[in-house]
């Protein structure tokens, strides 16, 4: 299978070669440092300490090719497209690896191209998109406990704690309270880092609570400083934990670069993908991305699990596609039950 993913060459090459002309032709002015990663290495969803360490020059190496291949890509012809096109390209090609797994790797492969063929920038992100879906090393390794040596020791990282259905009450379930238990292991480890607590109103007889805000109550009575924790109470679902989380650090906390997802085990991987698709999406060109996901932290959780279709779900929604996405979850959601849909 690795095989398989690797000999994807060709369409690795010509994302490459398009991204390059959309950089060059769209974000001539752009200055930052760190924006010129390739589109595969941008893929990566988990980056060890040891890519860290390595990031000034594979910066250096990633403008040198750059320079070398901006002369043939500036022929590229940059098309946009129409959005509902887009949408159903989008959702047939994530609905069919969410369906199928590997064994639709043709069909989205083909789909990639269509959707590049219709809008230039739609191809690029979701080609990135997809091969961080279809990659082995998706939310590898797991950190169990606590998260890993060699991250930032600054505010540059953010700590991103996952929630978890409330009790009808209002009260927080044993496995929250676990997850919370790595996010405080991982704070005292980090002490400059900031963390969020994310997760709304889930508690069918209690309207006043919310899963952020039980959370941030727990870890400030362990003794985090409540300067560092940052309460997302909105939101309902994995994606919008991501769509949330990205709106207040974008705009409150301009230092955070790096993000660090805690949750369940069963859980990393779809955090992980999506906090990551939602920097891609959010980006003006790739490698352009304003926060990247460098690790996890996960609680051993005696069962739970995630299927491939409700990650489709999720991609869907940060798509834009709410009410296909919630179709979905209905359908397959089988952790805990979602309030209705507005």
Not at 3 to 10: A, G, H, L, T, W
Not at 30 to 47: L, N, Q, R
Not at 231 to 249: F, G, K, M, P, R
Not at 316 to 341: M, Q, R, V, W
């Amino acid at each position: 299978m690795n095989n398989k993913r690797i000999s994807r060459s060709d369409l690795r090459i010509i994302t490459y070669v398009v991204a390059t002309c959309l950089m060059v032709t769209l974000c001539a002015c752009e200055k930052a440092p760190d924006a010129t990663p390739t589109v595969a290495e941008s893929s990566e969803t988990t980056v060890t300490s040891e890519t860290s360490a390595t990031a000034a020059s594979s910066e250096s190496t990633e403008k040198t090719d750059i320079s070398e291949t901006s002369e043939s890509s500036a022929a590229i012809e940059i098309v946009t497209g129409d959005p509902d096109v887009i949408q159903k390209y989008i959702e047939e090609m994530v609905v069919d690896y969410g369906s199928y797994g590997e064994d639709a790797d043709d069909t989205v492969d083909e789909l990639l191209k269509e959707l590049s063929s219709e809008d230039t920038n739609a191809g690029i992100k979701w080609t990135v998109i997809m091969e961080m879906w279809r990659s082995e090393e998706l939310g590898e390794p797991l950190n169990y406990d606590v998260l890993p040596d060699g991250l930032p020791d600054n505010d540059e990282l953010c700590i991103v704690v996952l929630g978890f259905q409330l009790n009808p009450d209002g009260s927080m379930r044993d496995e929250l309270i676990n997850r919370l238990t790595v996010a405080y292991e991982s704070a005292v480890k980090y002490p400059n880092a900031y963390i969020v607590c994310t997760g709304g109103g889930t508690a069918s007889e209690n309207d006043s609570a919310t899963e952020a805000g039980e959370m941030a109550k727990w870890l400030i009575d362990q003794g985090i400083d409540e300067d560092r924790v940052i309460v997302e109470d909105d939101s309902l679902t994995t994606a919008q934990n991501a769509i949330y989380t990205y709106d207040i650090l974008t705009s409150d906390y301009p230092s955070v670069k790096y993000l660090a997802i805690v949750s369940s085990d069963y859980h990393i991987a779809t955090g992980e993908l999506l906090f990551s698709a939602e920097a891609v999406l959010r980006a003006d060109f790739p490698g352009g991305e304003k926060m990247k996901v460098i690790s996890n932290a996960s609680w051993d959780a005696p069962s739970g699990y995630l299927s491939s279709m409700f990650q489709a779900g999720a991609l869907i929604e940060l798509s834009g596609d709410i009410e296909t996405a919630f179709d979905i979850y209905y359908d397959n959601y089988d952790i805990h039950e979602l309030p209705p849909i507005d």
